[in-house]
């Protein structure tokens, strides 16, 4: 079997995927590993329509990247003495595309992501990241069930 040393941490910053953090945190310790936890944004045209005025794209994309950066650091930082490296990559692009080019460019060896188990017209509607990736995803990936509501 092949060793894992470098699990990475896809985040939405939603309790779900931050339980996945702290279990892959768990896993890293005892396998050694380091942990690399990433966010991905989108912008669209849709969010810089504001009621004091349109929001242009560029300041819009600095402005995510910026607050997004400031949340992962903040993550990390309240699990700084868990003993397991942690780095941070933000990236602007479908989650599910940018998920799998991070695992690449990253070389890790494990996806570890939290799932909402979304069910019906909400996956509909919102998507389910967590299939796309497990679907594309060139690395393993473990998903991490949401604890029922």
């Known amino acids: 079997m092949k060793t894992i040393s470098r699990i990475l941490v896809p985040l939405d910053f939603g309790q779900p995927s931050l339980d996945a953090l702290d279990d892959a945190i768990d896993l890293a310790a005892t396998l050694g590993a380091s942990v690399v936890v990433m966010h991905a944004y989108e912008v669209s045209p849709l969010l810089g329509a504001r009621p004091e005025g349109p929001l ?5 994309a600095e402005h995510l990247a910026a607050t997004a ?43 570890v992501l939290g799932t909402h188990s979304r069910h019906g ?11 796309r990736v497990v679907r594309t ?7 991490i069930r949401a604890a029922e509501a």
């Open 56 to 60: 242009h794209t560029a300041d819009l």
């Open 69 to 111: 950066a400031s949340a992962l650091t903040s993550v990390v930082r309240d699990r700084a003495n868990r003993g397991v490296k942690l780095d941070t990559v933000v990236r602007e692009g479908p989650a599910w595309q940018e998920i799998d080019a991070v695992a690449e460019d990253t070389r890790a060896d494990l996806i």
């Open 121 to 131: 017209i909400l996956r509909t509607l919102l998507g389910n990241v967590a299939e």
């Open 137 to 143: 995803a060139r690395k393993p990936v473990l998903t």
